[in-house]
């Protein structure tokens, strides 16, 4: 290495690259901390961008590198992807495609691993010496392990959340037969550790193990629970590149890594928090697959009512809250929403949004629905800002929103939800539920809200019954 930095030029390109980093992670926290914030979500996109652009762009000038034909074809062709399938994706699409590009960053970080890898075993097969520690090798079997993992638990995600596999698969002494896979994993990357590299196959099993294992562990788990799954794949995406970071020396894999896992810990907890079940209880209970009904169904029926009268109710109202959810995404109804709600300020009706932590597919789903239409920032409140307020509203209008307003989850102690933190919708004078049919939420169990004496359901796709409501309130006068 003193030869390298002796080097004419060299020792001037490593500190362009160091600073270039350190201009990096300056990007990377500071984008993270604007995205904390819908006013300046937007923007810290862009600073975090800019900082992946900048730790690219230097990595050209690292000593050895080589191959620049094919480097800049796979970040032109990838570049191109990626933006093609940003501008076609629908939002209703864009949790499977989070878990999608989630997968391809631990999948990137199992590459590197493997490469490393694979070099130490091939070296070791022809007795060279190898220039790997076994801190180093240690590094990169574990974030090999956990990128792997990432990659293929991501794609199974992937597919129930687009409905290519709607199967949720389980068998007795699946949790044993998942350990044995990742035991398994570890116990030949041990030797390929101790042996500096062991041979091929001992590597090749190890990601063929971890592979496995990725895809076993997110079988069982069903489509309601799947935006926690996604959270924490995207927890381990960030640990397998930052530990690759460690391996390759490189100071931005490492922090960006750094910043992704412990981002992506964080929402895993405030998500597994607000639906007041702990990680173990997401990966390895059988809720989310089917649902559960509680020991009682609920009584009385469901009362339906016209959007004539649903517009004059709240054309004269004082307050109104508005609780949308993934029923809202489906039919695209955000915009006709917005109208009618800008009608109902207009005619001095104080008008707000409550969004539950977990309503929609994934974290700020709904956020980011309401801000494509233009609705204000202080228009909007979360679960803790708003629930006192529904006793004061006239009405609370329910736009495709169901578990995160059934109030079983205070009340009934049999239900699989008991104890998750909802929506006080219920306690609203007046509960307008849009919905298509009768049928129950995403997780599979009634929603007792839709029972009470206070409520009545405005049957309809969200948008055509947006419009109707705007009609409405117009006629109202």
């Known amino acids: 290495m003193d030869e390298v930095l002796q080097t004419p030029g060299i020792a001037s390109r490593l500190l362009v690259i160091d600073i270039s980093y350190f201009l990096t ?61 940003g501008k076609k994706v629908a939002m209703t699409d864009m949790p499977q495609m989070i878990a999608l590009y989630n997968g391809m960053g631990g999948g990137a970080a199992a590459a590197i691993a493997a490469v490393e890898l694979y070099r130490a075993a091939f070296a070791n097969a022809a007795d060279a010496p190898v220039h790997h520690s076994n801190v180093v090798m240690t590094l990169a079997v574990i ?71 990725g895809i076993a562990m997110t079988l069982p788990i069903g489509g309601a629970d799947m935006p926690v799954v996604i959270s924490l794949y995207n927890a381990l995406t960030g640990l397998a590149v930052a530990f690759e970071g460690f391996v390759m020396n490189n100071a931005a894999m490492i922090i960006a890594g750094t910043v992704v896992g412990s981002a992506g810990t964080l929402l895993t907890q405030l998500m597994a928090k607000a639906m007041n079940r702990s990680l173990a209880n997401v990966l ?91 609705v204000p920032y202080d ?33 009934d102690k049999s239900s699989p939800i008991y104890g998750m933190p909802i929506l006080n919708a219920d306690k609203a004078k007046n509960v307008i539920v849009i919905k298509r ?24 796709d969200g948008q055509k019954a947006a419009a109707e409501l705007v009609n409405a309130i117009k006629a109202a006068g």
């Not at 300056?26 to 862009?46: D, E």
């Not at 990128?147 to 995600?157: D, K, M, T």
């Open 143 to 213: 974030g090999g392990i956990i990128g792997a993992i990432s990659f293929s638990g991501s794609l199974i995600a992937w597919a129930k959340l687009q409905g290519v596999l709607n199967k949720t698969v389980r068998f007795g002494g699946q949790k044993f037969v998942n350990g044995a896979l990742f035991l398994g994993s570890l116990a030949v990357g041990a030797i390929v550790v101790l042996h500096h590299g062991a041979d091929p196959m001992h590597v090749t099993l190890i990601f063929v193990l971890a592979l496995v294992f």
């Open 379 to 411: 228009l909007i409140a979360d679960l803790d800002e708003i629930n006192a307020e529904f006793e004061t509203a006239d009405v609370a209008l329910i736009i495709g929103a169901n578990d995160v307003v059934n109030p079983v989850a205070r009340t």
């Open 25 to 85: 992670a300056v990007l990377f926290i500071m984008g993270l901390k604007r995205m904390s914030s819908p006013v300046t979500a937007r923007s810290g996109i862009v600073w975090a961008g800019a900082g992946m652009a900048v730790a690219t762009l230097v990595s050209f000038l690292y000593p050895g590198m080589s191959n620049f034909e094919l480097i800049i074809a796979a970040i032109v062709v990838g570049s191109l992807i990626a933006w093609w399938s």
């Open 284 to 374: 390895f209970s059988d809720f989310g697959s089917s649902g559960g009904a509680a020991a009682t169904g609920p009584q009385g029926s469901m009362k339906p009512i016209e959007a004539s009268d649903v517009g004059v109710m709240m054309a004269f109202a004082s307050k109104v809250i508005v609780v949308p959810g993934y029923g809202m995404a489906v039919a695209q109804a955000q915009h006709k929403v917005w109208e009618m709600c800008q009608l109902l300020i207009d005619r001095g009706v104080t008008v707000k949004f409550a969004i539950h932590p977990v309503a929609g597919r994934m974290p700020g789903h709904m956020n980011v629905l309401l801000a494509e239409a233009g």
């Open 437 to 460: 049919g009768q049928g129950a939420g995403f997780s599979g169990i009634e929603n007792a809200l839709f029972f009470l004496d206070n409520t009545r359901m405005l049957y309809g």
